[in-house]
């Protein structure tokens, strides 16, 4: 099983980026996905989840109304699309595939099987 991850970069505050993870070695429409991130000195943090469907995108609060979610199971790929981005938001992004993800655990990095390899977003000020 891959994650891909990639879709970072450098960006100033105000800016936008997509990210994408494209996974393979797996039967993607049987995993929940999501992303999450870790800035330096920090413990890594859920940002993002999305059912296998594509249905009921859960975000943390603090990314509600700017990050969107979302994927194309005919190409296997999780995206992550990231307006109005702020310095907090620097960090390396990661994906993750779940399959027995239940609402209470959405959130815990834990439940999940499989990590990309991540990807850095810096956002300047």
């Known amino acids: 099983v891959q994650l891909q991850a990639s879709g970072g970069g450098l960006v100033q505050a105000g800016g936008s980026l997509r990210l994408s993870c494209a996974a393979s070695?797996?039967?993607?429409?049987?995993?929940?996905m999501a992303w999450f991130r870790q800035a330096p000195g920090k413990e890594r943090e859920f940002v993002a989840h999305?059912?296998?469907?594509?249905?009921?995108?859960y975000y943390t609060d603090f990314v509600k109304g700017r990050f969107t979610i979302s994927r194309d199971n005919a190409k296997s790929t999780v995206y992550l699309q990231m307006n109005s981005l702020k310095a907090d938001d620097t960090a390396v992004y990661y994906c993750?595939?779940?399959?027995?993800?239940?609402?209470?655990?959405?959130?815990?990095?834990?439940?999940?099987?499989?990590w990309g390899q991540g990807t850095k977003v810096t956002v300047s000020s």
């Open positions: 993750a595939a779940g399959r027995l993800i239940t609402i209470q655990a959405i959130r815990n990095p834990r439940g999940y099987d499989y």
């Open positions: 999305v059912s296998w469907s594509g249905a009921s995108p």
């Open positions: 070695g797996l039967t993607f429409t049987n995993y929940h």
